[in-house]
């Protein structure tokens, strides 16, 4: 059992100097700010349940947490009793989820009423907190992490997600079957993660706490403690450390968690003042939460290795005694020498299988029981019944034969195989779940674990470098980076230059040159030089923290088709009691021997009808696998979303991946996605009097306050007009007008304001500049000459953009832009094709230039001068006939269309904005990856398909094998220990059949065009 917060001595400091005291504290008091750690906080987003995108005035929404369901009739019955109310307009039944979301009239119905409606159909109901995807977290409020142990199938978690909603306090709770973890978000003015820990254990499970979202807890491990008066003088250090809040030392784990405030005290300062105020004897390093989960992991599949070699070995002896002594005379007439009323080889099976029993199988004994105390039945029931009803027959054989002197024969050997079997499965099905969640610890082992701080005097001069603990890091901090080590956190080279390899976080496999003012992603390599680079990011704000909370998120959440696992099998209600029921009629159908149902001869030598009957009755129970079901789609999820994470494609989700597979539109954004967004200025035509140098100028103000590419590319070619100077690799991305040497050539700028698909517009000497396209010209009433007309439409034809300029009303000139295609951008779209996708354009340009962009690609349904709101539009366009479109963009005006479409990709290198809508990520810049993402989510789902169909095959099949029905043509059955092996080995194949996913390779560009609709 965890320690509670009740357990625990707990201190609090008010200041500096303040006496110590050991008092309870209120578990919520201070923990509504725990560890700066981002985790899952999209829960309610996921796209796995109705959402209601509004509610009209005078209607109320809540949220109900419903325990109970488990297929979809039941999820039918719920809907039919809560539309059935008076005054409930809509409502909508997630099973998945446990929880239906309605809209009624509070004037007509009561939210106890909708609860009371729920009950009086069969199910348990909580109403949970008023849902809302952007509102932030409450104070008090945390969304915490922990680690579940002894999950086996979809009905665990059922009972889990369960018993934690009922809880007070707690607003939600979901649990991954496949990573064994839950998240769960609650009040920590009502309940502590220590009573989550506490009622989860109660159930018959195993949990600790990983990490919570809050920002101001730090856990350490602390070494050099050997006694009381160590930790009395840790105690005495932290009492008088201003900023501390609460502190609590775990003697048995040597960790200490403490509670700062984060405005007073830094967790690099707490951590040097420990170490200084001990004079050096305690050493203090902070704890890495998914290093912790990680070593979790390992103690399960320890355990389990422990609790199967324990079962064979005790096993093995039954067995020998059983199959090889009777050919072995000596040993033979030792066994069958009597010792009291039964003989020495009864004994000896009797107390190996009884340790075997109960000792080793007290874990389904004690997994069963929760199942049924929870109302709900599991693998771990039919284990308990199956070995049961063996070592219970064969102890009420020996009782009968030593009081009636009739003997019949036993099947010790049967249970303690079985066991043996069972936990054989689960050794080596928890050794491949541990596989599936490889992506996460490859990417948390990308981050070194120490960095070199350079410390600087109060001039800013560096006078030496310490080493420090790399989750210690904060922004500002100038860290060294030598050549052939790791980059320990996100920020901007300040001296020196190197190539460095990002290949592990963003795909591309070409060296990246760094110099000043470059930006550098913490986990990559530096190849060369020596760097010193600033910290701009740290935690888990950085871009590698970001990516391993991405593919968290999508390995927590649960893809659409899983609910098909709970249609077919129907796992909560009705299939272990059906498989209970075919047992009993096998058991009552061999029985049948004893009225002439069938020879005599098909008893085993010194057999009887019923112990023939009872074997066959017990095969039924063990082989029949609900866990397979329940485990076909989210491991092949897990694997899938890490190996997508290896190639450079970030999925956000199950559903993203299921939606993606379906996809027949592409809409390609056309500046920086099928272009290379490096725009360059090809043409320059001035139509008034003014010499070149001017208009450039005149230009290169108006733009220097836009972010549009082509904005910056007419800022750059005025630059190099006037300086002469070619950009280098590292200076191409920086902000010429911020740059001291430059912005001295600029002229003031007023009122400036960028109107999107259009251009921008800005005051000059107190004259009115526009620089667009025709249409914010005309708007404002410029004229446009015949001449510039035919220059223009000259430069669309030859897809150049025409960049029209006024001054004062009059046209002074006209820029032609280029943006080159992305070199793979013709493979790409012909691969599409090939693929059975239609790819098509929008871009807010003109038309001419979009229809000479879209030639040139080989696209040939274009939408050209649309604005951004507009390509929603388009995109809603093409759904109305059910079709899934997918849309790829990089820029903040692709967001409304990222989010519209049904599957939004994001080239990584765009903004924040367009990656935070999106539902990929694709880290390269390049259109590949679009053929990549759709690939494997094709190759995931017909991998998914292929374990249901396993899964199911494998229940329909084994169970009439086991029951006999073939024993009359064939003359062949399975023994029980044997039905037991294919049980344990049926989860463990479909775990190893989504491990193949870990083969995938990206289709290449020279095979892309080989690609054919499945």
């Known amino acids: 059992m965890a320690p509670s917060f009740r357990d625990l001595q707990l201190t609090v400091t008010s200041s500096a100097g303040a006496g110590r005291e050991s008092s309870l504290i209120a578990a919520g008091r201070d ?9 899952l906080d999209s829960y309610d987003g996921d796209g796995n349940s109705e959402r209601f995108e509004g509610v009209e005035e005078g209607l109320k929404r809540i949220q109900v947490g419903v325990t109970g369901m488990t297929c979809a009739a039941c999820s039918n019955s719920v809907e039919g009793a809560l539309t059935g109310l008076n005054g409930v307009v809509r409502a909508s039944v997630a099973l998945l989820q446990n929880k239906a979301d309605v809209i009624f009239d509070p004037n007509l119905v009561k939210d106890e009423d909708i609860k009371n409606a729920i009950e009086n159909a069969g199910f348990e109901a909580e109403i949970l907190s008023e849902p809302s995807a952007t509102q932030a977290k409450p104070h008090g409020t945390l969304l915490g992490q922990f ?57 018959g499970f195993e949990a600790s706490f990983v990490q919570s979202s809050a920002q101001d807890k730090i856990t350490l491990g602390v070494t050099g403690i050997s006694s009381e008066l160590d930790i009395e003088i840790l105690e005495g250090i932290l009492c008088n450390l201003n900023g501390v809040r609460q502190f609590y030392f775990n003697r048995i784990s040597r960790e200490l968690d403490v509670l700062f405030d984060p405005e007073v005290l830094r967790a690099r300062s707490l951590v040097d003042t420990i170490e200084s105020e001990s004079s050096g004897k305690f050493n203090v390093h902070v704890k890495n939460p998914y290093t912790r989960v990680a070593s979790k992991d390992v103690e399960e599949s320890s355990k389990m290795f422990r609790l199967f070699t324990t079962s064979l070995i005790l096993s093995i002896p039954v067995f020998l005694m059983q199959v090889v002594c009777p050919s072995i005379p000596l040993l033979y007439s030792l066994l069958l020498r009597r010792c009291g009323p039964f003989q020495m080889g009864d004994w000896l099976k009797w107390a190996l299988v009884t340790l075997v029993q109960f000792g080793v199988g007290k874990r389904f004994y004690v997994a069963a029981g929760r199942a049924l105390r929870n109302g709900s039945t599991n693998m771990d029931v039919l284990v308990a019944l199956g070995t049961s009803a063996s070592y219970f027959y064969s102890v009420c054989a020996l009782l009968y034969g030593a009081i009636t002197g009739f003997w019949s024969p036993t099947y010790f050997e049967t249970s303690a195989m079985l066991i043996t079997f069972v936990l054989m499965g689960k050794y080596l099905e928890s050794l491949a779940k541990g596989k599936t969640s490889d992506a996460i610890k490859k990417l948390v082992e990308l981050a070194p674990a120490t960095a070199l701080l350079l410390v600087k005097e109060k001039g800013g001069k560096n006078f030496g470098e310490r080493e420090i603990d790399a989750l210690l890091i904060q922004p500002g901090d100038v860290l060294k980076v030598l050549p052939g080590t790791k980059i320990p956190a ?99 159908g061999y029985a049948g021997g004893v009225l002439g149902a069938y020879p005599e001869k098909w008893l085993p030598e010194n057999g009887n009808y019923f112990v023939f009957a009872l074997m066959f009755s017990i095969s039924v129970v063990v082989i029949a696998c609900p866990c397979a079901l329940g485990l076909a789609t989210p ?36 500046t920086g996605t099928l272009t290379q967004g490096k725009a360059t200025v090809t043409t320059t035509k001035v139509l008034a009097e003014m010499d070149r140098g001017e208009f450039l100028t005149l230009v290169a103000s108006a733009e220097a306050s836009s972010e549009h590419p082509l904005a910056k590319a007419i800022l750059e070619y005025a630059r190099h007009f006037h300086f002469f100077e070619e950009p280098s690799a590292a200076t191409e991305a920086q902000d010429y007008r911020k740059d001291a040497k430059f912005s001295g050539w600029l002229l003031d700028v007023s009122e400036f304001s960028a109107l999107p698909g259009r251009g921008v517009q800005c005051f ?3 004259k009115k500049v526009l620089v667009g396209n025709r ?50 951008a013709v493979v790409v779209v012909e691969g599409l094709r090939k693929m059975g996708i239609k790819p098509i354009m929008v871009t807010g340009d003109n038309r001419r230039t979009a229809q000479a962009v879209a030639k040139e690609v080989g696209i040939q349904d274009i939408r050209a001068e649309v604005m951004p709101a507009g390509k929603a539009d388009v995109i809603r366009s093409f759904q109305k006939d059910g079709s899934t479109v997918a849309m790829v963009g990089d820029g903040i005006n692709d967001s409304p269309a990222l989010a519209a479409a049904d599957v ?7 903004t924040d904005i367009a990656i935070e809508a999106a539902d990929y990520v694709l880290m390269r810049n390049s259109l590949e990856d679009v053929i990549t993402a759709i690939d494997l989510s094709r190759k995931t789902f017909s991998r998914i398909r292929l374990n249901y169909v396993f899964a199911m095959a494998y229940n329909v099949i084994a169970i009439p094998v086991a029951a006999g029905v073939f024993f009359p043509l064939v003359k062949v059955k399975l023994p029980p220990w044997a039905a037991g092996a294919c049980m344990a080995l049926s989860s463990v194949s479909v775990v190893c059949s989504s491990l193949l996913l870990r083969r995938y390779k990206k289709p290449r560009l020279t095979s892309i065009l080989e690609i054919t609709v499945e």
């Open 635 to 670: 491991t092949a999820v897990m694997v899938a979303t890490g190996v997508g994470a290896n190639n450079g494609v970030l999925i956000k989700g199950g559903d993203a991946l299921e939606r993606a597979q379906m996809v027949k539109y592409v809409v390609f954004d056309k």
């Open 775 to 824: 249409n914010l010209l005309m708007e404002n009433g410029v004229t446009i000459p015949s001449d510039a007309e035919t220059f223009i439409v000259e430069l669309e034809e030859s897809a150049k953009t025409g960049i029209l300029v006024a001054y004062d009303a009059i046209l002074i000139g006209v820029l032609g832009v280029a943006d080159p295609l992305k070199r793979e």
């Open 147 to 203: 680690t579940i142990g002894g999950l086996t199938c979809t009905n665990c978690v059922n009972s889990v997600e369960g018993i934690l909603r009922k809880l007070p306090g707690v607003k939600r709770a979901v649990v991954a079957l496949a990573t064994s973890l839950g998240e769960v978000e609650y009040d920590t003015t009502v309940i502590s993660k220590d009573d989550i820990v506490n009622a989860i254990e109660d159930a």
């Open 490 to 588: 996100d920020g901007l080279v300040v001296w020196g230059s190197s190539y460095v390899n990002e290949s592990m976080v963003t795909g591309e496999s070409s060296p990246a040159l760094k110099e000043v003012n470059s930006s550098v992603i913490g986990g990559t390599i530096n190849l060369h030089g020596s760097l010193h680079v600033q910290a701009t990011k740290v935690g888990s704000n950085t871009v590698l923290s970001q990516i391993i909370s991405l593919v968290e998120t999508a390995q927590m959440s649960k893809a659409p088709i899983q609910k098909f696992a709970d249609y077919v099998s129907l796992i909560a209600s009705i299939f272990v009691p059906t498989v209970v029921v075919l047992s009993l009629l096998t058991l009552l």
């Open 764 to 766: 000059i000497n107190g």
């Open 904 to 910: 939004g990709m994001a080239i990584g290198a765009g």
């Open 31 to 39: 923990e509504g700010d725990l560890e700066d750690v981002r985790l």
